[in-house]
């Protein structure tokens, strides 16, 4: 069979003007002609950043990344993109994960590139690079930055879940400032991503179940040289991918998605999964809704014990099999003929693993929790949707009702929360507008609320929370999140107002407020939107082009591909 010829070939190979420009270029840093010309070219989209901790290791991982490539015969070209600090970034670091996604598109598809390697960790990074090279669609693999190593303090295991913990804890007494000072200093012990199954260790796991890294991505420790290893051998496998001309769109089936919803629903992975795989689905073309997160999960019983659904930690997860040896139990309700980086079907990723800690990675027959998944809510309170996680809810609160206590904004919720005067009972349900992709903007994560200070008092511990936001994937208790339409755009969330009496039936499936259609109907008539529009930037174009929650929250003009060919020279 002819090998197909190289993309970067347009630029290395030309002759004349333009083929000695691109050439001459990259001379400069002292490469030899022979190092980049037909070769397969590939780039190492990079998001270290010391603004991004959960990444700031990324450049020793780049170089096990690009030693792995030169040993496979390829050329390396490490390139930065916007890096997303998801503890640092205000007003949220999902505002730009769109952005972010474009930097990575229009980096790929305007250099020389022949595949690329894509080295993510935190939260958002993951996703947008993904969204971004799906857009492009050349040989991609995926290198995740792995996980910190378990917290100590004073002789217990933490992890980022305990934060709520503490400061629950601080707020009644039970903690000062210095055991909280301790405790600051003893939780992030190491380089890498959050410690529990949050948010950037379920898209890790995303990434070795929808088949775009090698196994065992999803959870060797950040510190553990092993990490190191599997970027070398990343570098080798995505020279061989661009030969085989192995792209984004002959592994991103509809099976593989539906791989990723059952391992994350058996995971107990982050509610942010859902938001971030739609987004990935529109990139790719593969119809993709919110049914499908109930249709396929809810079948699957929760296997993994880990925080904040378990007690584990992301290291113990590791050493325990780590996600082989899960998918391993869960054979049988996978696609495991779908393909993946490797070449092979996803079979061969976990059909000789082993599990070596049954108290961590249950069986399907013997699950830690019959109750996996994310649940997702219809209603006249979301009529396209809201989701709710519940392996981390109480399940006293799973049938539910109660009166609204409502906040306009997180201005409103932050002033009123702790006031004596509230008028709020262990029944009541906190309902909190405005925090969705257009009105805060950037749907942050603000929806696992503060319980009222007088009832934590009392020992009330968790409460029925609503929001059109976010919640981290470290969160947990009954939080019901990304309520569709958002209030910003006139959704029924809108309209809700204090006393107003609301029914969760999560066996059914409902999130209701008890109001008739023509009193919802006559509150709409009535309804003005104060959302404040940025003038200028590129928070203008988020909240002027950003979908709903139930589409992903893209821009609407990026779902789709461009494709890889550039038509026009530069000089």
Same mark, same amino acid.
């Given at each position: 069979?002819?090998?197909?010829?190289?993309?970067?070939?347009?630029?290395?190979?030309?002759?004349?003007?333009?083929?000695?420009?691109?050439?001459?270029?990259?001379?400069?840093?002292?490469?030899?002609?022979?190092?980049?010309?037909?070769?397969?070219?590939?780039?190492?989209?990079?998001?270290?950043?010391?603004?991004?901790?959960?990444?700031?290791?990324?450049?020793?991982?780049?170089?096990?990344?690009?030693?792995?490539?030169?040993?496979?015969?390829?050329?390396?070209?490490?390139?930065?993109?916007?890096?997303?600090?998801?503890?640092?970034?205000?007003?949220?670091?999902?505002?730009?994960?769109?952005?972010?996604?474009?930097?990575?598109?229009?980096?790929?598809?305007?250099?020389?590139?022949?595949?690329?390697?894509?080295?993510?960790?935190?939260? @958002?990074? /993951?996703?947008? !690079?993904?969204?971004? %090279?799906?857009?492009?669609? =050349?040989?991609?693999?995926?290198?995740? *930055? +792995? $996980?910190?190593?378990?917290?100590?303090?004073?002789?217990?295991?933490?992890?980022?879940?305990?934060?709520?913990?503490?400061?629950?804890?601080?707020?009644?007494?039970?903690?000062?400032?210095?055991?909280?000072?301790?405790?600051?200093?003893?939780?992030?012990?190491?380089?890498?991503?959050?410690?529990?199954?949050?948010?950037?260790?379920?898209?890790?796991?995303?990434?070795?179940?929808?088949?775009?890294?090698?196994?065992?991505?999803?959870?060797?420790?950040?510190?553990?040289?092993?990490?190191?290893?599997?970027?070398?051998?990343?570098?080798?496998?995505?020279?061989?991918?661009?030969?085989?001309?192995? @792209?984004? /769109?002959?592994? !991103?089936?509809?099976? %593989?998605?539906?791989?990723? =919803?059952?391992?994350?629903?058996?995971? *107990? +992975? $982050?509610?942010?999964?859902?938001?971030?795989?739609?987004?990935?689905?529109?990139?790719?073309?593969?119809?993709?809704?919110?049914?499908?997160?109930?249709?396929?999960?809810?079948?699957?019983?929760?296997?993994?014990?880990?925080?904040?659904?378990?007690?584990?930690?992301?290291?113990?997860?590791?050493?325990?099999?780590?996600?082989?040896?899960?998918?391993?139990?869960?054979?049988?309700?996978?696609?495991?003929?779908?393909?993946?980086?490797?070449?092979?079907?996803?079979?061969?990723?976990?059909?000789?693993?082993?599990?070596?800690?049954?108290?961590?990675?249950?069986?399907?027959?013997?699950?830690?929790?019959?109750?996996?998944?994310?649940?997702?809510?219809?209603?006249?309170?979301?009529?396209?949707?809201?989701?709710?996680?519940?392996?981390?809810?109480?399940?006293?609160?799973?049938?539910?009702?109660?009166?609204?206590?409502?906040?306009?904004?997180?201005?409103?919720?932050?002033?009123?929360?702790?006031?004596?005067?509230?008028?709020?009972?262990?029944?009541?349900?906190?309902?909190?507008?405005?925090?969705?992709?257009?009105?805060?903007?950037?749907?942050?994560?603000?929806?696992?609320?503060?319980?009222?200070?007088?009832?934590?008092?009392?020992?009330?511990?968790?409460?029925?929370?609503?929001?059109?936001?976010?919640?981290?994937?470290?969160?947990?208790?009954?939080?019901?999140?990304?309520?569709?339409?958002?209030?910003?755009?006139?959704?029924?969330?809108?309209?809700?107002?204090?006393?107003?009496?609301?029914?969760?039936?999560?066996?059914?499936?409902?999130?209701?407020?008890?109001?008739?259609?023509?009193?919802?109907?006559?509150?709409?008539?009535?309804?003005?939107?104060?959302?404040?529009?940025?003038?200028?930037?590129?928070?203008?174009?988020?909240?002027?082009?950003?979908?709903?929650?139930?589409?992903?929250?893209?821009?609407?003009?990026?779902?789709?591909?461009?494709?890889?060919?550039?038509?026009?020279?530069?000089?």
């Amino acid at each position: 069979m002819q090998e197909k010829e190289l993309r970067s070939s347009g630029w290395f190979g030309r002759k004349g003007k333009d083929g000695f420009i691109y050439r001459a270029w990259m001379k400069n840093q002292g490469i030899p002609e022979h190092e980049f010309k037909g070769k397969p070219i590939i780039g190492i989209c990079n998001t270290w950043s010391e603004l991004t901790p959960c990444n700031a290791h990324f450049k020793e991982l780049a170089q096990s990344v690009k030693n792995g490539i030169f040993e496979a015969g390829g050329f390396p070209v490490e390139f930065p993109v916007m890096s997303l600090g998801e503890t640092l970034m205000k007003p949220t670091a999902m505002l730009y994960r769109n952005l972010v996604s474009m930097d990575v598109e229009e980096s790929i598809r305007a250099n020389p590139l022949d595949g690329v390697v894509l080295l993510c960790g935190c939260d @958002k990074t /993951t996703p947008a !690079l993904i969204m971004g %090279a799906c857009s492009v669609n =050349i040989p991609t693999i995926v290198v995740s *930055g +792995g $996980s910190m190593l378990t917290g100590k303090f004073r002789g217990k295991d933490i992890g980022t879940s305990d934060i709520w913990r503490f400061f629950a804890d601080h707020q009644t007494g039970q903690m000062n400032d210095e055991d909280m000072y301790t405790a600051e200093a003893c939780l992030a012990r190491s380089q890498g991503h959050c410690a529990v199954m949050g948010t950037a260790s379920s898209m890790a796991c995303m990434v070795e179940s929808l088949g775009l890294s090698l196994p065992q991505n999803a959870a060797i420790p950040a510190a553990d040289s092993r990490r190191k290893v599997l970027a070398h051998l990343s570098g080798n496998r995505i020279v061989d991918m661009v030969r085989e001309d192995l @792209k984004l /769109t002959d592994i !991103l089936t509809k099976e %593989a998605f539906e791989n990723a =919803i059952i391992v994350n629903a058996a995971i *107990g +992975g $982050s509610t942010n999964f859902i938001i971030h795989l739609l987004a990935i689905a529109a990139r790719i073309g593969v119809d993709l809704t919110m049914d499908d997160f109930n249709t396929t999960a809810r079948q699957i019983s929760l296997l993994a014990n880990l925080q904040p659904s378990g007690k584990y930690f992301m290291e113990d997860f590791f050493y325990a099999g780590g996600l082989p040896a899960l998918m391993k139990e869960l054979h049988g309700k996978l696609h495991s003929d779908t393909i993946t980086v490797s070449g092979q079907p996803m079979l061969r990723n976990y059909e000789n693993s082993e599990c070596y800690n049954r108290d961590l990675i249950a069986t399907l027959d013997e699950p830690f929790n019959p109750v996996a998944g994310i649940a997702v809510l219809r209603g006249n309170l979301c009529e396209n949707g809201a989701v709710l996680k519940p392996s981390a809810a109480s399940s006293h609160l799973l049938q539910h009702t109660g009166k609204a206590v409502v906040f306009e904004n997180i201005e409103d919720f932050n002033k009123r929360i702790n006031d004596p005067e509230l008028d709020v009972e262990e029944s009541s349900v906190l309902v909190l507008k405005n925090v969705g992709p257009r009105g805060y903007p950037g749907m942050p994560e603000v929806g696992n609320m503060l319980i009222p200070k007088k009832l934590m008092d009392i020992g009330v511990t968790d409460m029925v929370r609503i929001s059109d936001g976010r919640m981290s994937g470290t969160g947990f208790g009954t939080v019901i999140l990304h309520v569709s339409p958002e209030a910003a755009v006139g959704g029924t969330l809108a309209i809700v107002q204090n006393g107003d009496v609301i029914v969760l039936d999560y066996k059914a499936g409902q999130l209701n407020v008890q109001l008739s259609d023509e009193e919802i109907a006559a509150r709409k008539e009535k309804f003005v939107n104060n959302t404040h529009i940025a003038q200028r930037g590129y928070v203008h174009l988020y909240q002027t082009h950003v979908d709903q929650a139930h589409l992903g929250a893209d821009l609407d003009f990026l779902k789709g591909s461009s494709g890889s060919k550039v038509i026009r020279d530069s000089h």
